[in-house]
């Protein structure tokens, strides 16, 4: 509690805050601003303020137009009263505190929101090194870091956070000896969890740490431990089937697993060319009278995947839909499979692209001879349970103000084991392609799926939420209802294209790109930004070469970089700003320029200390102007080291020396 000083700023408060001048005469615009922040919460302020209820007003409004001239907080991680008390200049003006933020760039300037407090700050501090070690690859230090956190840091769940990670780290570089390593730091995280629901993710990397050291007698054992001790979870069923040795002997434990999270069974067919082509359920009650959902499923060389995800699709207990399957000039009998299906049920129909261009060149295609009132994807390699669409459609049916909504999923090997290692523990997780959505208000004001090789999906998620509102897109606890393949040939497993619950090298510069490019219309750009053509030469924003639909030719013919700049790029400021009007500049004349990050470990970068400053950003040009990539091969006639820079991490992309131009 605050004392005296703190009632008298609030009484202060309540007199000046409400008189913000954007509040006053542009509250649709206010409310557009902050609502992009991270830190308004709209149910979490609902429930804290009983009495928001009452007036009918919508939070957010509340908030700006009452809430703040209370002391109130719009959110978790945003205290109103001591963001005043570190800026009076703000309450002397009559500004609202956290539009001051925003229009400030506070979280660029590293400014605090809140007061200090060791217990509530730990995962912040624990994930800042985490960050390090898996985004910006800080192997060494970061790992130095996190286990100085684990033994001495102030907080127990900031040393139960990092011996986790820890332990998460030595699972993913698999083997016996890293997976003996994880274990003894799980001892040490669970010794220091300060409750019942941590000790319940820990428990689950621990049977998978005694899974991958091949000791399932172990792992038996530690299963019966966390049962006693109540630590059990439908998750953690999940992972004690790795401990037998056949798919049937795994199948009652998934089967416990579902229903854990109230979801019927499932079992297997007599035959199949492996145990997770064999997946099958029992057939629901069909629901025949809904709208028409378009189920848009991209395949290249799927001839022998691609049953499997048909099967699960004409097993959906809702039963009005249209499949499209776009096939990606397979060289394989991808076709034939699907026009065999197609013989057989007329939803099923096979669309062929004349020319290879990735998943979504392909689904866009798709998207334009849809007639679906709600459109939503599948894998070609995936299995979904039969309830999997109607679950979604009958939330969408309840609330016709969401655009579009996700269910669950777990990871299996083709053996139905599951060795999938995740940062948090758990293994049901939300299913990006899972995303539902409504055609019509969609469609009009985004257009369609980015078409770079991969990644969009997730994109596109996040453009609907920028375009229509965190809350227009609703992630649903639904439990597992798609079974995603586990495959090596998979793009989400390649050491330069691959995501392993962390965003490095192409995929995170992607992210940061489209990022920079959805907050567009903060910066006074058109209002049709965010609406894409679907055309692969008309590119919103930059990305990585490699991400390109014509990547092969774009990489074969790539000229040579004049000018390869090196340097820690994420601090804004002056000397940001003439390194970018220099660039621009050089540009402009005719040079190609390659930026290398080479980011220096401490002190802390502004902003989240990870991406790029807006200053360089805004003159990358994906042509004269490239940020280089993990994976990149590129030949420089010149190279420039930037004071300051630092050693970079381990996603570094390859520079070859070129002859200089005659």
Known sequence: ?????????????????????????????????????????????????????????????????????????????????????????????????????????????????????????????????????????????????????????????????????????????????????????????????????MRCQIAISELLAHHLAGDPEAGRAAYARLAEAGEVTPDTLLARANFETTAEDRLPWIRAMLAGYGLPGVDLLPEGPTPYDRLTAPAPPPVTDGPLVTVLLAAYEAAAMIPTALRSLQAQSWRNLEILVIDDRSPDDTCAVVEAFAAADPRIRLIRMEQNGGAYVARNRGLDEARGDFITLHDADDWSHPLKIETQMRHMAQTPGTMGCTSEQVRLQEDLSCVKVRGNGTLTVFNTSSFLWRRDPVQGALGYWDTVRYGADNEFVRRVRTVFGPASIQRLPTGPLSFQRESEASVTVSPVTGVDGYYYGVRKEYRDAQLYHHAARTRGAAEGALRYSGDPAERPFPV??????????????????????????????????????????????????????????????????????PELRAVIDGERIELLVYGDEVCARARHRLPGAGPGGRYRPVIHEAEAEP
Request: glycine share 8%; charged share 30%.
């Open 1 to 197: 509690m605050r004392g005296a000083g703190a009632r008298g700023l609030m009484e202060t408060t309540m007199l000046t805050v409400r008189d913000d001048p954007l509040v006053r005469h542009d509250l649709a615009k206010a409310c557009h601003i902050v609502r992009r922040s991270r830190y308004v919460h709209g149910i979490w302020y609902a429930e804290t303020y009983p009495d928001v209820a009452l007036t009918g007003m919508d939070p957010l409004e509340h908030y700006l137009t009452i809430g703040a001239a209370l002391g109130r907080n719009p959110g978790r991680d945003f205290d109103t009263l001591f963001y005043l008390e570190q800026h009076p200049e703000v309450l002397a003006r009559g500004e609202n505190p956290l539009l001051h933020y925003i229009r400030e760039k506070g979280a660029e300037k590293g400014w605090p929101t809140q007061p200090p407090d060791p217990e509530r700050d730990a995962p912040k501090r624990v994930r800042a090194v985490r960050d390090k070690l898996l985004m910006l690859g800080f192997t060494e230090e970061a790992l130095k870091d996190l286990r100085e956190m684990a033994r001495s840091d102030p907080a127990a769940r900031g040393r139960a956070l990092a011996a986790r990670d820890l332990a998460v780290w030595h699972l993913r570089q698999r083997g016996p000896e890293e997976a003996a390593q994880a274990l003894g730091w799980l001892e040490a995280a669970r010794a220091a969890a300060p409750d019942l629901e």
């Open 544 to 613: 990585p070469a490699m991400m390109r639909p014509d990547r092969a030719a774009r990489l074969k013919a790539r000229p040579p970089f004049d000018l390869v700049i090196e340097g820690d790029f994420r601090s804004p400021g002056p000397v940001m700003e003439a390194l970018a009007a220099q660039l621009a500049e050089r540009a402009a004349q005719g040079m190609r320029i390659g930026l290398l990050e080479a980011n220096a470990y401490a002190p802390e970068a502004a902003g989240d200390g990870l991406s790029i400053c």
